[in-house]
């Protein structure tokens, strides 16, 4: 079995001195690779750092909602520079969050435009976080033309899966999808178009049943293979494999 962790925070301080441990760990439940995801300067330089230091760890950078009051045209042109990057795979994580950003909307909005303007100009897909910020999150990406990019820890119902679906967005499943509570996203697994589905931790947050309280880490996306798994009738296996493939795929690594 070979499992892709499609977005991971090895870059966060809760993994800063025993990353190669960490990674051992993955590769010991079958996590082959990994995409390291940055959220505002800092992030975004340590995931590229750690994308060249390790060969099957790749690297996704953008400005998080949370930062996006910080995100000008100098950091742009960084960001622009760090696109062209051979392990760089992505653009992201970038999005909405109305939960606990203390950025205005109106703030997250012009920055959110900005970095999907961006990532079309560079071919790149981009990685959506999307926190009780469903309708603005989709209109947004509707107006934009978005058709190649992930919904990352997909959290919503089946209707909400069919809109990013057919927007041609992928939908990634974090630990939040082996929950025991989470039934419309249980449903939402189970709809899910098997070429259009991704798995990740989003660590060190959202550790998957049976390790839910813990810190998570990218070993652990084992957990939520084998919960999509249940939750769709199948094998962990088959799981894995089409997984990895479709991560493989938007990353633009099986070329």
């Not at 760090?82 to 203390?102: R, W």
């Not at 069919?162 to 929950?179: N, T």
């Not at 293979?225 to 690594?253: C, H, S």
Request: glycine share 4%; net charge negative.
């Amino acid at each position: 079995m070979k499992i892709f962790d499609s977005h991971t925070h090895l870059n966060d301080d809760a993994f800063r001195d025993n990353v190669d441990a960490y990674i051992e760990h993955a590769h010991r439940l079958g996590v082959d690779k990994m995409a390291i995801v940055g959220s505002n300067a800092e992030m975004n330089q340590e995931a590229v750092e750690l994308a060249h230091k390790y060969d099957n760890l790749y690297a996704i950078v953008g400005w998080h909602p949370e930062d996006s009051l910080k995100y000008d045209d100098e950091q742009e042109a960084i960001l622009k520079e760090q696109l062209k990057d051979d392990k760089v795979v992505a653009l992201g994580e970038i999005g909405l969050d109305y939960f606990q950003s203390v950025a205005p909307k109106k703030c997250q909005f012009h920055v959110f435009r900005r970095q999907i303007r961006l990532a079309k100009a560079m071919n790149m897909p981009i990685s959506v976080h999307n926190r009780e910020a469903f309708e603005d999150t989709y209109k947004i990406l509707s107006e934009e033309g978005v058709h190649n990019g992930i919904i990352h820890s997909f959290n919503g119902d089946p209707e909400w899966l069919k809109k990013f679906i057919d927007l041609g967005m992928y939908v990634s499943y974090s630990g939040v999808a082996s929950f025991k509570k989470t039934h419309e996203v249980h449903d939402a697994v189970r709809q899910t178009p098997i070429d259009r589905m991704l798995v990740e931790t989003d660590a060190p947050y959202l550790a998957p049943e049976p390790l839910r309280g813990h810190q998570n880490e990218p070993a652990y996306t084992l957990y939520t293979v084998e919960a999509v798994a249940r939750f769709r009738d199948t094998t962990p296996d088959k799981i894995a494999d089409a997984t990895y493939n479709n991560a493989m795929r938007i990353f633009g690594l099986d070329k």
